[in-house]
């Protein structure tokens, strides 16, 4: 297992076209198909294999499960995870144990897992983007349209996906990103959705199978000192000592939590290579970045790795201001 970081600053990176016909769906699919499957540069691909890719569709495949990316608006993509694919004609490939967010193949569930950003796409300016990911995980963030270190919550996104660590054991596969409905804020972390969670995992992370129960939902889950669970705009960044504790998955549904109400969420197992640091979560980056040593920091900075005091190197992972933030690590051992 090699982890591997890649970003819109290297040299070689994939160029986003500047032009009203392109997507965010194309910016996405030139993204992760250079990182994960091709290569650019001296950077070798992580390890992906593409499942299908058609004019309105990709899929990218790993050990653990398949990945399907679907256009749905000009700024928005729907994320669908399958096991197999058995007919790659179409933008959604048909397959076994299609879902996404709260719906499954036979269900009639209309909420889908969107991903939205209007300004990662056609001419907007100022695009970047950075990948961390091995040939079982992938972390994404990407942002546009604005020169802050600090995103709002329309001008970004991050996207986890591929293989975590279930409570029942074993590995699991799943997706952790956007909301259940189209043109909205989406989260990773947040804990405050009144709503349906919007990320899909393949299989019940209590038993592995296939069976979910109605309306399942997933989100990631972090140690945070705050008692809101969400981003503050406090300005007393010290934490004097890191306590890095790994990012989580959460879940909600009966099938999952035992309970329908949204907010009886459980723990269902551990991501891979995300961290969380309790005194860091709810703050803001550009507070953040200089309590860790980075004074002045740029946009550029939100996608550039910090050498830590313990020898590691993290990565941000603070993708808007509406969603708690992490870091990405570059240690192989908090990939396991």
């Known amino acids: 297992m090699t982890v591997r970081y890649y970003s819109s600053l290297d040299s070689g990176a994939p160029s986003l076209p500047s032009a009203t016909s392109q997507r965010l769906f194309d910016n996405l699919r030139l993204i992760l198909l250079a ?4 290569g650019y540069g001296s950077k070798p691909a992580a390890g992906w294999t593409i499942g299908h890719d058609v004019t309105n569709g990709f899929s990218l495949v790993s050990a653990g499960g398949i990945i399907n990316f679907v256009h749905s608006a000009n700024g928005q ?4 995870l399958m096991e197999t694919i058995t007919d790659g004609t179409t933008s959604l490939a048909g397959g076994y144990n299609r879902r996404s967010g709260p719906w499954a193949d036979g269900s009639s569930v209309t909420g889908r897992q969107y991903v939205y950003c209007p300004s990662f796409y056609s001419t907007t300016a100022n695009k970047q983007w950075c990948v961390v990911a091995d040939d079982r995980t992938v972390v994404v963030q990407f942002s546009g349209s604005v020169t802050d270190i600090d995103v709002p919550s329309n001008n970004g996104a991050g ?3 591929g293989e975590y660590q279930p409570a029942f054991g074993g590995t699991g596969f799943c997706c952790l990103a956007g909301s259940m409905s189209t043109n909205a804020t989406g989260i990773v972390f947040n804990p405050n ?3 349906t969670l919007p990320g899909t995992v393949l299989r019940n992370p209590f038993d592995g199978t296939v069976n979910q129960g109605a309306s399942p939902g997933f989100r990631g889950g972090l140690a945070v000192d705050s008692a809101a669970g969400a981003v503050t705009g406090k300005n007393r960044v010290a934490p004097g000592q890191l306590r890095p504790v790994r990012a989580s998955i ?3 549904g009966a099938g999952i939590s035992g309970s329908t109400s949204t907010n009886a969420q459980a723990h269902c197992g551990v991501l891979r290579g995300l961290l969380g640091e309790p005194a860091l979560a709810d703050c803001l980056l550009a507070n953040v970045l200089p309590a860790l040593g980075k004074s002045s920091p740029i946009m550029q900075d939100r996608v550039l790795p910090i050498s830590m005091p313990n020898g590691q190197q993290w990565v941000p992972f ?3 201001t509406f969603d708690l933030g992490a870091f990405i690590s570059l240690d192989p051992a908090d990939w396991e």
């Open 35 to 38: 990182c994960l499957v091709n």
């Open 77 to 80: 993509v729907i994320l669908y």
């Open 159 to 161: 996207i986890y996906f």
């Open 193 to 195: 959705s009144t709503s």
């Open 250 to 252: 959460v879940g909600s």
């Open 318 to 320: 603070y993708a808007t």
